[in-house]
């Protein structure tokens, strides 16, 4: 079984140097070996990084509260769904339906839950922690293999429900480009090997332009930026699979004015490893995690391309709030106490998920629209 260093290694032995999003795919998802397929304790306080999921779980009993708000509000139909995609260990899945259960019995009884999951690892992982709901919860490794396809086999069929995700898109591989300020020209950032050790290297890139060719004039020299197509395509897949529901992202992400701004001369790219934040993307493949900022604005154009509204685009923070006070007023939380309290301000302080996550709500053929 070979590790993600020695597959990395191997490819750029043939190619000479690889893009970093495939050198990012290869250190997160190698099979067997990547980071994200190795020990599942990877995620909280003895981990790497904790997320919104490893506070507690009031995060998911928040979610659970809003997502039976939006399905009772679609009426009763033939199937509803709420597909989750990148769901780790399936603790948010066993916090939300735990929540409905106890709370929404009759929602419960009639909806399914479905995971996007192309791990068999993380499968075992998820199938594990959700064990008590195992009639009610399914599988796929992807989009296509959740919604099939029609009769003629030509086209996907919709999904009517709500399909999310919390802290997905920031771990789909990114390239990375930076500005030739004397050359005026963008080049793309890869990766090679020189005396032994992973390093960058430039690679051509002329088909890369920004939508403000104006703010070139101001840029530095050697001014990074990433993309993520990988991540706008899955958006925009989602978009097209949704018949009528609502479509959601929670993560680490800026507008496209805030990831183009001069004042951000080394890009959003980062790496983990025991709670400190380092910048030496290239150690220990496979051994630290690789995150990059969404681009919101990216997938919102993708979503309207792909016919849906916009319902709102805010910080965590504000998101969870306005759920707290329907929530607080309609009793489902149950009694308050200081280990909520403590979980809620982790939540939605400024100083730690509230303000650097954003949610991104875009829904189709819902009644209010």
Request: net charge neutral; hydrophobic share 40%.
């Amino acid at each position: 079984m070979k590790m993600p260093n020695e597959v990395i290694r191997e490819e750029i032995a043939k190619k000479g140097v690889l893009s970093f999003a495939r050198f990012m795919e290869l250190a997160l998802y190698c099979p067997e070996t990547g980071y994200y397929e190795t020990e599942k304790g990877k995620v909280g306080r003895g981990g790497d990084f904790i997320t919104s999921v490893s506070t507690g779980n009031l995060f998911g009993q928040l979610l659970a509260f809003q997502f039976a708000e939006w399905l009772e509000a679609m009426g009763r139909q033939p199937e509803i769904m709420m597909v989750e995609a990148g769901a780790h260990d399936g603790r948010l899945a066993d916090d939300i339906l735990t929540c409905l259960q106890r709370h929404r019995p009759e929602l419960f009884g009639r909806m399914k839950y479905a995971i996007l999951e192309p791990s068999l690892n993380r499968r075992c992982w998820q199938k594990e922690t959700l064990k008590n709901f195992a009639p009610q919860v399914r599988w796929a490794a992807n989009l296509s293999q959740l919604a099939g396809r029609d009769s003629a086999g030509t086209a996907f069929q919709k999904i009517n429900g709500i399909i999310f995700s919390n802290e997905l898109l920031d771990a789909f591989p990114v390239h990375r480009f930076g500005w030739d300020k004397t050359g005026k020209k963008w080049f793309e950032w890869g990766v090679t090997v020189s005396g032994g050790n992973l390093v960058w290297a430039k690679l051509e890139s002329p088909e890369f332009k920004i939508e403000n060719p104006e703010l070139e004039a101001v840029l530095p020299e050697g001014y990074t930026i990433e993309t993520s197509p990988s991540a706008e395509n899955w958006w925009r897949e989602a978009a097209g699979i949704l018949g009528r529901g609502k479509l959601l992202a929670i993560d680490y992400g800026f507008t496209a004015d805030e990831i183009f701004s001069p004042s951000r001369l080394n890009g959003t790219l980062r790496a983990y490893h025991r709670h400190r934040v380092t910048d030496d993307i290239l150690a220990n493949p496979g051994e630290q995690d690789l995150t990059a900022h969404v681009n919101f604005s990216a997938c919102e154009r993708a979503g309207e391309v792909a016919g849906l509204t916009t319902e709102s685009f805010s910080t965590q923070a504000r998101f969870l709030t306005q759920i707290l006070a329907k929530a607080q007023t309609d009793g489902s939380l149950g009694e308050w106490n200081s280990s909520r309290t403590r979980q809620f301000q982790t939540l939605t302080h400024p100083e730690h998920f509230g303000r650097a996550f954003r949610v991104l709500v875009q829904k189709r053929g819902l009644s209010h629209e």
